[in-house]
């Protein structure tokens, strides 16, 4: 038993090198939607707020499904909406701490912005996976309900006749009535409880479904469809001439939508593992993506490619090794392999090892140490025709500076 441990003991020590990650390999992906609320008032470059608190809200012909259902936007301080008028302000948006807070008292118009287009940028990718990430709390719970909510909407000028929910095309909704907490993802709805308390809630549509994440926990889906949002609106929009009530009032800690990466598979210097990198070498550094049933290396956008932030100085195609698993995550100088060809084309580059050791350097702030383990990123993103999804891929290196 003794022997045992000692011989474990001894593999321990080989492969107890610090292995030093250089750049973020481990975050998720690409956000391309992010807010935090930080500072004092709303952002206006990502979020409408040309009538957060006043000017037009909708008008609906009808009272149930008043948010899909035909209307009109107009400004309800000076045009009534089925004979009633609103003086503004329409309750607060209040930014402070990091976190933003909507309120609306006894009255009949809540806060409500928005993120899409054609006045602002889509916060969702055109197509392709996506993670939607929301933390927010309800303050109280009233009987008009307001929230947050995902949705394909094909112009969000809120101009005529242009229903804000349009039918069928909601993706995800957060919203609390006096009917209690619940989301609907498309269409599903399920109830959340401890409406006080600030949850997380993370939409993943990976591969074409939907799935929903509150606090980590699997709640809902995966539900496949092919409708994606490119809208997110908060507060609420319409004007309820039916009633004058008090508003559910909520905090929000932050919204983010992410592209996750496709991990790839790397190899540096194939055939060989370890994987040596030479600082003093005036020559070049091999690294392969290696091709996979799933990953056909000529959908790469060559010229997106980098290792930390160096770009190839060229790039070929030829079968030259074999994927170790896992791709992202390495814990050692030995999680490589030296396989050749597996029958998948891989594309082969080269760098300047020069320019590779300055961006290590750079990246540490000092000089690389002889004998050290470092794992290097490599990043980029298909060609647009396949989506322009990024992609992260990690090999380690073992410094050779004598
Ligand atoms: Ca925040
Ligand atoms: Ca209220
Ligand atoms: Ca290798
Ligand atoms: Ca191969």
Same mark, same amino acid.
């Given at each position: 038993?003794?022997?045992?441990?000692?011989?474990?003991?001894?593999?321990?020590?080989?492969?107890?090198?610090?292995?030093?990650?250089?750049?973020?390999?481990?975050?998720?992906?690409?956000?391309?939607?992010?807010? +935090?609320?930080?500072?004092?008032?709303?952002?206006?470059?990502?979020?409408?707020?040309?009538?957060?608190?006043?000017?037009?809200?909708?008008?609906?012909?009808?009272?149930?499904?008043?948010?899909?259902?035909?209307?009109?936007?107009?400004?309800?301080?000076?045009?009534?909406?089925?004979?009633?008028?609103?003086?503004?302000?329409?309750?607060?948006?209040?930014?402070?701490?990091?976190?933003?807070?909507?309120?609306?008292?006894?009255?009949?118009?809540?806060?409500?912005?928005?993120?899409?287009?054609?006045?602002?940028?889509?916060?969702?990718?055109?197509?392709?996976?996506?993670?939607?990430?929301?933390?927010?709390?309800?303050?109280?719970?009233?009987?008009?309900?307001?929230?947050?909510?995902?949705?394909?909407?094909?112009?969000?000028?809120?101009?005529?006749?242009?229903?804000?929910?349009?039918?069928?095309?909601?993706?995800?909704?957060?919203?609390?009535?006096?009917?209690?907490?619940?989301?609907?993802?498309?269409?599903?709805?399920?109830?959340?409880?401890?409406?006080?308390?600030?949850?997380?809630?993370?939409?993943?549509?990976?591969?074409?479904?939907?799935?929903?994440?509150? +606090?980590?926990?699997?709640?809902?889906?995966?539900?496949?469809?092919?409708?994606?949002?490119?809208?997110?609106?908060?507060?609420?929009?319409?004007?309820?001439?039916?009633?004058?009530?008090?508003?559910?009032?909520?905090?929000?800690?932050?919204?983010?939508?992410?592209?996750?990466?496709?991990?790839?598979?790397?190899?540096?210097?194939?055939?060989?593992?370890?994987?040596?990198?030479?600082?003093?070498?005036?020559?070049?550094?091999?690294?392969?993506?290696?091709?996979?049933?799933?990953?056909?290396?000529?959908?790469?956008?060559?010229?997106?490619?980098?290792?930390?932030?160096?770009?190839?100085?060229?790039?070929?195609?030829?079968?030259?090794?074999?994927?170790?698993?896992?791709?992202?995550?390495?814990?050692?100088?030995?999680?490589?392999?030296?396989?050749?060809? +597996?029958?998948?084309?891989?594309?082969?580059?080269?760098?300047?090892?020069?320019?590779?050791?300055?961006?290590?350097?750079?990246?540490?702030?000092?000089?690389?140490?002889?004998?050290?383990?470092?794992?290097?990123?490599?990043?980029?993103?298909?060609? +647009?025709?396949?989506?322009?999804?990024?992609?992260?891929?990690?090999?380690?290196?073992?410094?050779?500076?004598?």
């Amino acid at each position: 038993m003794k022997k045992i441990a000692k011989k474990d003991w001894i593999i321990g020590i080989f492969v107890s090198l610090v292995l030093v990650l250089i750049s973020n390999s481990a975050s998720e992906g690409i956000q391309i939607f992010e807010d +935090d609320f930080n500072g004092t008032t709303i952002d206006s470059t990502k979020w409408n707020t040309e009538i957060a608190t006043t000017g037009k809200r909708w008008c609906s012909s009808t009272i149930w499904n008043h948010h899909s259902n035909p209307g009109n936007w107009q400004d309800i301080g000076l045009e009534p909406c089925h004979d009633f008028t609103q003086v503004p302000p329409y309750g607060a948006i209040t930014v402070s701490g990091g976190q933003a807070i909507f309120s609306g008292g006894y009255t009949q118009s809540f806060p409500y912005i928005w993120a899409g287009p054609p006045s602002r940028l889509e916060p969702f990718p055109s197509i392709g996976d996506f993670i939607l990430e929301i933390r927010m709390k309800y303050d109280s719970i009233q009987s008009h309900g307001d929230g947050l909510s995902a949705l394909f909407w094909n112009n969000t000028d809120p101009v005529g006749n242009n229903p804000p929910s349009p039918a069928g095309q909601g993706v995800f909704s957060i919203w609390a009535d006096t009917s209690g907490l619940r989301t609907t993802t498309v269409g599903e709805q399920i109830f959340v409880t401890d409406p006080f308390f600030f949850h997380h809630y993370r939409l993943e549509y990976i591969s074409g479904a939907y799935s929903l994440f509150i +606090d980590g926990i699997l709640k809902v889906g995966p539900i496949a469809t092919n409708l994606l949002p490119n809208t997110i609106w908060i507060g609420n929009p319409v004007f309820t001439y039916w009633g004058i009530s008090d508003w559910s009032d909520f905090t929000i800690d932050f919204v983010r939508v992410t592209v996750p990466h496709i991990e790839i598979p790397l190899d540096i210097k194939p055939q060989s593992c370890p994987n040596p990198l030479n600082a003093k070498s005036q020559g070049v550094l091999p690294i392969a993506i290696l091709g996979t049933d799933n990953i056909n290396v000529k959908t790469i956008d060559t010229a997106s490619i980098r290792l930390l932030n160096v770009a190839p100085l060229r790039s070929s195609f030829e079968d030259v090794s074999t994927p170790f698993k896992p791709f992202i995550g390495k814990n050692s100088e030995f999680d490589c392999t030296n396989l050749g060809p +597996d029958g998948f084309l891989d594309m082969t580059l080269k760098f300047d090892t020069q320019e590779v050791i300055k961006a290590i350097e750079a990246f540490l702030n000092r000089a690389v140490v002889d004998g050290e383990a470092l794992i290097l990123p490599l990043t980029g993103n298909l060609l +647009d025709e396949f989506g322009r999804k990024p992609l992260l891929g990690e090999d380690v290196v073992i410094v050779i500076s004598k």
